[in-house]
């Protein structure tokens, strides 16, 4: 058994949970996948798999190769399905990962002008409002609105938005325009708070000083789409992401307040594992999306 299917045997008992299972796809005995283990470990001077009488468990250094593994073994994959000419005809799964409400509203629109050009290829877009691990989730790409922390990853920038506070003209009606952020102490407010929003509001005065704001909450909600339809309904001031209320900025709905108050803008970036070996077809959504993306999601009033 060479390196690489050694790998692949490796990874089938991590996620399968058992030798036997695993032996089965390769056809070897459960003695036999015990050893090529067993020699694996020894050739590597470490512990990959903790044993028990009922469970197989990673050790952290088996927790490491297989994340590296895999990035590995789709990076090979990856090099032969362009040797073979897939770059000719692009062909096979890309997986997507964006937040909620962006994807539904900007990469969903993307996906299907992508797939509408390049009829073999099949897409797995997964909206959620976490960090997902690239790595070990086996995302090609993914969309994340904020600055890049993780060093291994790529970055491409596709554009910017704003942490920003609206209100209805109703509301602004009843209860007047907050001038200063320290106004905010007057007014209600409708909270959006998840992982990635702080729960107090922050602004930067005059001299460029960040300046922290707790306000007076009448309803806290952990759904930006919810806090939007409160605000718009005239409960409060809410404070979102500029993209997510472009639409009811278009149309007046919602009213901006505190612009010359606002903390820098925050990066939209697409992420990605490596640029190293990237299959064609990965290499063509990116680059796809990176023209599209600043003409379609980034125009806010």
């Given at each position: ?94 997986k997507l990962s964006a937040p909620t409400l962006f994807g539904s509203r900007h990469v969903a629109p993307l996906v ?12 797995q877009l997964t909206l959620e409002d976490r960090l997902v691990d690239l790595i070990d989730e086996r995302i090609d790409?993914?969309?994340?609105i904020g600055h890049l922390t993780d060093s291994s990853l790529r970055a491409r920038r596709v554009g910017e938005v ?140």
């Amino acid at each position: 058994m060479d390196r690489l299917d050694e790998l692949r045997l490796f990874l089938a008992i991590v996620d399968s949970g058992q030798f036997a299972a695993a032996g089965r796809k390769f056809a070897r005995s459960p003695s036999s996948t015990t050893r090529i283990v067993a020699e694996l470990e020894r050739r590597l001077g470490t512990r990959l798999l903790q044993r028990t009488t009922r469970k197989l468990s990673l050790t952290d250094s088996g927790a490491r190769l297989a994340a590296q593994a895999r990035r590995l073994l789709a990076d090979y994959d990856d090099a032969i399905d362009g040797a073979i000419g897939e770059a000719a005809s692009l062909r096979g799964n890309i997986k997507l990962s964006a937040p909620t409400l962006f994807g539904s509203r900007h990469v969903a629109p993307l996906v299907r002008g992508f797939l509408e050009r390049h009829p073999d290829i099949t897409l797995q877009l997964t909206l959620e409002d976490r960090l997902v691990d690239l790595i070990d989730e086996r995302i090609d790409i993914a969309l994340r609105i904020g600055h890049l922390t993780d060093s291994s990853l790529r970055a491409r920038r596709v554009g910017e938005v704003r942490r920003i506070v609206v209100a209805s003209p109703d509301y602004l009606k009843r209860h007047g325009r907050p001038r200063r952020p320290d106004d905010l102490a007057q007014h209600h407010a409708v909270t959006f708070v998840n992982q990635a929003s702080p729960a107090a509001w922050l602004f930067q005065n005059k001299q460029g000083a960040p300046q922290k704001i707790k306000v007076s909450s009448r309803m806290e909600v952990n759904r930006a789409e919810t806090a939007i339809g409160l605000t718009r309904d005239g409960m409060g001031l809410t404070r979102v992401l500029s993209y997510q209320v472009a639409d009811e900025l278009a149309v007046g709905s919602l009213v901006r307040v505190l612009r010359e108050y606002e903390v820098a803008p925050i990066p939209v970036q697409l992420i990605y594992p490596s640029a190293r070996l990237m299959a064609p077809r990965i290499r063509s959504f990116l680059d796809f999306a990176a023209g599209e993306l600043p003409q379609t999601a980034f125009n806010h009033p």
